[in-house]
């Protein structure tokens, strides 16, 4: 196969790899318009349309917006309220946007346009922000991958063999390509940190109804959060997002996280294995170079690994028992247009009973006790956020997992076990493993303790040595750069 030539630099692409406060900063000083940065993205958004990050490109609905916020800073006139005026955004595809394509990567609604908008984007909208529009997902997000049967999946930026990860894939790619700032996720057992970790960004799950979530997803695992090429910038999406909605009355009140402006040292316990699975060589010696990287800048780190029973079981039953229900009495009719992982994972929720679902639901609140104890002499955990790196593309988990009659979640336990919890958790990226993949570390803290875990993302990401170089890849060619081999852990 062909070679791709060295990645670019982003100077042909500076305004689109911009933060939200350098782009409102432009706005405001009229450097360049909101329109000027659309034309950017749209252009990298067809210039990498083969790593399919879009299931619906909404380039003339994103045009109409941007074009309302130039006219709003020629006329000075930007109100609070719309504080993210001209800001381009993506939305994961399993989120309602009025008006806007909904297909939740399935061909069962591959023509749905809803009426609604999901609590988030509504907030993103009202406050000014530019969607661009719909990023790929599995069907549903029923796996970690972000491949369906309406366009497949979508390629990993930094080497398209690989998978994006999922279910959010096509967000993580989204936002390593400059294609906005901010694209929304959702994380049901790692959607949001699974992709961020495989394309080297930002991935924050908040606690459990900072940001509500509607529809709901019936298990209680699922979050909405934000993929992004900073900790800032994960800051400000979840500000706008978050807060109280009654459509979802697991929702909490609050404007959302905010990173305390008077930093204190901060208890971190370094975990490379729960008990149940450790993470492989790689991953660990990078979380070990961010304790490193804690520890210097001042926070109290100390090594101590979990010692859990199996998750497992409580997860795929709490999954596969609530995905059961999906299709009633129809699923016969619709069961040649669902991708097979899925039928597969409905048909044996539905063989277990309703003792089973009891049992998960028991062993999960002893679980979040649990980790409230393990956590009692601690503000913060400090993780691998993946085992490895990416998996090949065209695959739905790993080869070992996705050989399995029942598609599971065994090879990312590091992010499904605090969707079991409900606790805060991100990603950031830490470096590149030997064959050129990111790898990413994961801070988790008490559940409302936001702000603790993006604090101390934020000190990681100020003093770490790697500095993500975004890659600039030919989307004609299908192999990697020579020579993009890493440092363990760099």
Known sequence: MSQVAPPAPVAGAELAFRSVDELLAGFRSRAFAPSEVLDEVLARAERYAALKPFLTLDADGARRAARIADDGYARGAQEPARSLLGVPVTIKDLLRTKGLRTTRGSLVSASLVPDEDAPAVARLRAAGAVVVGKTNTSEGGWKGDAGNRLIGPSANPWDPR????????????????????????????????????????????PTFGRIPYYPASPEGLSHVGPLTRSVADAVTAVRHMAGYDPRDPTSVPGRGAVVPASRRPLRIRLVTSLGFATAGPEAC??????????????????????????????????????????????????????????????????????????????????????????????????????????????????????????????????????????????????????????????LVGRLHRDGDVLAAAADYEANRLWRPDYPGLDPQLDHPTEGTEGEEGR
């Open 162 to 205: 690989f998978s994006s990860g999922g279910s959010s894939g096509g967000a993580g790619v989204a936002a390593a390509l400059g294609l906005g700032p901010i694209a929304v996720g959702t994380d049901g057992g790692g959607s949001v940190r699974i992709p961020a970790a495989f394309c080297g960004v930002v991935g924050y799950k």
């Open 285 to 442: 010696a990078a979380t070990r170079t961010a304790a490193a990287v804690l520890a210097g800048a001042g926070h109290d780190v100390v090594e101590l690994d979990l010692d859990l029973p199996d998750q497992l079981g409580t997860m795929m039953t709490l999954w596969a028992g609530h995905e059961s229900v999906a299709y009633g009495d129809d699923l016969d009719q619709v069961a040649d247009r669902l991708d097979p992982g899925l039928l597969a994972l409905i048909r044996y929720g539905r063989t277990l009973s309703a003792r089973d679902l009891a049992g998960a639901h028991e062993r999960r609140a002893a679980l979040r006790q649990r980790m409230r104890e393990e956590l009692e002499a601690f503000d913060l955990l400090l993780t691998p956020t993946m085992l490895g790196t990416a998996f090949p593309l065209g695959l739905d988990a790993p080869p070992e997992e996705a050989a399995a009659d029942v598609v599971g979640l065994g090879w990312t336990p590091f992010t499904y076990l605090f969707n079991l919890t409900g606790q805060p958790a991100v990603s950031v990226p830490a470096g590149l493993s030997r064959a050129g993949l990111p790898l990413g570390v994961q």
